[in-house]
């Protein structure tokens, strides 16, 4: 495999062969990093805490797969997984209904070697969209499938299926029937709540990767697709730089390919600095949202404009932490 440039600058691992039994070869121990988002926009209070555990797990699930050597791919899908099966987050189990009562869920994974990537869009009957997606990315012919012709692509490559209304859960019940009773405005002051998750990754071979995962926005239209299934738009990774994954209005997001906005501010500033200048760039179409990136110094960076956003970042030199508000986290 040919490293990617500027990786040298950690230099390589040497050739055991190449040293005498007098000398002891260096150890290299090369940085990773993780960063796990649960939504952005206006968390109400009493679903901190719910916001805050489902994080902590997914975060400390995947540093540990990370720390044990699993790739990038593999911990990003799994952490997306996780979270995809709590009920908190609007992905999987818990995912918005449109304005039609139905389930259309979105989600994208990629990897930022080969900058391959698959995805699928307005999607249900599945369990796991993330998965479906990493099947699309592995089956290599296409990047995104939607609708009908990608539930079909997941049966036939045996990913979970699962009766649609099997992720139903009562809180987005109640909302769409609140919506239907006229009560537009809850949509717009406390439904808000953008649950969507995500996770990137850097492992110990310098491979990024960024996996998103979404039932998109609260009442929307049949057949919208939003920026979660979107590579550059809702993630994006490039070992070269880093990986993102994104959460928000999506119609914002899209127009300003957030994710590959904040991969390639990357070039110039680390993880943190580079989260803030994509961010300024959803200030253009009046976006609101947030986005996680992890850079390939093994560091990682949050931003968001939003009142809170459900976020979890991992690294060597500062552990684990999780939190909702802006400025600290606290450790997990
Ligand atoms: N970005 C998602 C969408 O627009 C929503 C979210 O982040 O919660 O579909």
Not at 34 to 51: I, Q, R, S, Y
Not at 127 to 140: C, I, K, N, Q, T
Not at 239 to 250: F, H, I, K, Q, Y
């Amino acid at each position: 495999m040919t490293e990617p440039p500027g990786r040298e600058r950690y230099g390589r691992v040497p050739f055991s062969g190449g040293y005498t039994t007098h000398s002891r070869p260096r150890r290299l121990v090369l940085p990773i990093a993780l960063a796990v988002h649960g939504g952005a926009w206006n968390l109400p209070d009493d679903e901190v805490d719910a916001h805050v555990t489902g994080v902590a797990a997914a975060l400390t699930l995947g540093w540990d797969r990370l720390r044990a050597g699993a790739s990038a791919l593999d911990v990003v899908e799994e952490v997306v997984r996780a979270l995809e099966s709590d009920p908190t987050f609007n992905a999987g189990r818990g995912s918005h209904l449109n304005a039609e009562g139905n389930l259309q869920m979105d989600a994208s994974i990629m990897e930022g070697g080969k900058l391959r990537a698959g995805a699928v869009a307005a999607i249900s009957g599945v369990r796991h969209p993330v998965s479906v997606a990493r099947r699309v990315l592995e089956d290599g012919r296409h990047v995104l499938l939607v609708g009908e012709g990608a539930l079909r692509f997941a049966r036939a490559s045996g990913a979970e299926l699962c009766r649609p209304t099997a992720l139903l859960v009562g809180r987005e019940l109640e909302r769409f029937r609140a919506i239907r009773r006229g009560r537009r405005s809850l949509v717009d002051q406390e439904f808000r709540a953008m649950d969507t998750v995500g996770a990137v990754a850097l492992d110990r071979r310098g491979r990024t990767a960024a996996a998103t995962s979404s039932g998109g926005t609260q009442d929307k239209a049949p057949g919208r697709v939003g920026d979660s299934p979107i590579p550059g738009a809702g993630g994006y990774a490039d070992d070269r730089l880093g990986a993102a994954s994104c959460t928000g209005w999506g119609e914002g997001i899209l127009r300003v390919v957030l994710a590959k906005s904040a991969v390639d501010a990357l070039a110039e500033r680390p993880a943190e600095a580079a989260a803030r200048k994509a961010m300024a760039s959803l200030r253009r179409v009046e976006g609101q949202g947030g986005v996680i990136l992890v850079d390939r110094a093994g560091r990682v960076g949050a931003s968001f404009n939003t009142p809170r956003m459900a976020r979890g970042l991992a690294t060597q030199e500062a552990g684990l932490a999780v939190g909702v508000e802006r400025g600290r986290l606290k450790r997990a």
